[in-house]
Antibody
Framework: EVQLVESGGGLVQPGGSLRLSCAAS????????IDWVRQAPGKGLDWVGR??????????EYAASVRGRFTISRDFSRSSLDLQMTNLKTEDTAVYYC??????????WGQGTLVTVSS | DIVLTQSPGTLSLSPGERATLSCRAS???????LVWYQQKPGQTPRLLVY???SRATGIPDRFSGSGSGTDFTLTISRLEPEDFAVYYC?????????FGGGTKVEIK
């Protein structure tokens, strides 16, 4: 069974940093693209970025709104996809989800972790 | 970037009626790589359709996707009570991936 468990959310001041993790199980971690997607309270879905699979050299791609501030990386010892967030802004407040793609035919999501950026 | 515009913003219908949701792209979506999700309050998105028209595993056949290029449609042939939710389209043909703003299907 595919499982994605996000952690690391919390309250952080503007300009601060936070590291989120997405612990993956139930599938071969290196074989699949994994995305970070966020959803601000009461708002729609917003794609943050992704890590491609081993076949595509784990290339990372980012939304313009986070490029240069957020970094996605894989920790193979923990089968975790991490999201390092720096220079956080109030508009980064959202529930952050990770989502794994299976050949474009199935997408499984974690339950999300809430990040609140406020002074 | 490919901008996806969903319409209408809200659709007010009764159970048993047909729902037609539109997703229009600012430029052609490569390979028609477009998915539709359903999201209910407090839940994560559920994949309904991938590749513009292929139903995901376990999705009832009252849900159907169509379209190509820049114009895509999700049709729910007969609304069931559990279908009242927010629906999002997303293109995955070109980075950055983008979502539409969503269509809320509410009970009339």
């Amino acid at each position: 069974e595919v499982q994605l468990v996000e952690s690391g959310g919390g309250l952080v001041q503007p300009g601060g940093s936070l590291r989120l993790s997405c612990a993956a199980s139930g599938f071969t971690f290196s074989d699949h693209y994994i995305d970070w997607v966020r959803q601000a309270p009461g708002k729609g879905l917003d794609w943050v970025g992704r890590s491609k699979n081993e076949r595509n050299q784990y290339i990372t791609e980012y939304a313009a709104s986070v490029r240069g501030r957020f970094t996605i990386s894989r920790d193979f010892s923990r089968s975790s996809l991490d999201l390092q967030m720096t220079n956080l802004k109030t508009e980064d407040t959202a529930v952050y989800y990770c989502a794994v793609w299976f050949g474009g035919r199935q997408v499984d999501w974690g339950q999300g972790t809430l990040v609140t950026v406020s002074s | 970037d490919i901008v996806l515009t969903q319409s209408p913003g809200t659709l007010s219908l009764s159970p048993g009626e047909r729902a037609t949701l539109s997703c229009r792209a600012s430029q052609s979506v490569p390979n028609n790589y477009l998915v539709w999700y359903q999201q209910k309050p407090g839940q994560t998105p559920r994949l309904l359709v991938y590749g513009a028209f292929s139903r995901a595993t376990g999705i009832p056949d009252r849900f159907s996707g169509s379209g190509s290029g820049t114009d895509f449609t999700l049709t729910i042939s007969r609304l069931e009570p559990e279908d009242f939710a927010v629906y999002y389209c997303q293109q995955y043909g070109s980075a950055p991936l983008t979502f539409g703003g969503g269509t809320k299907v509410e009970i009339k």
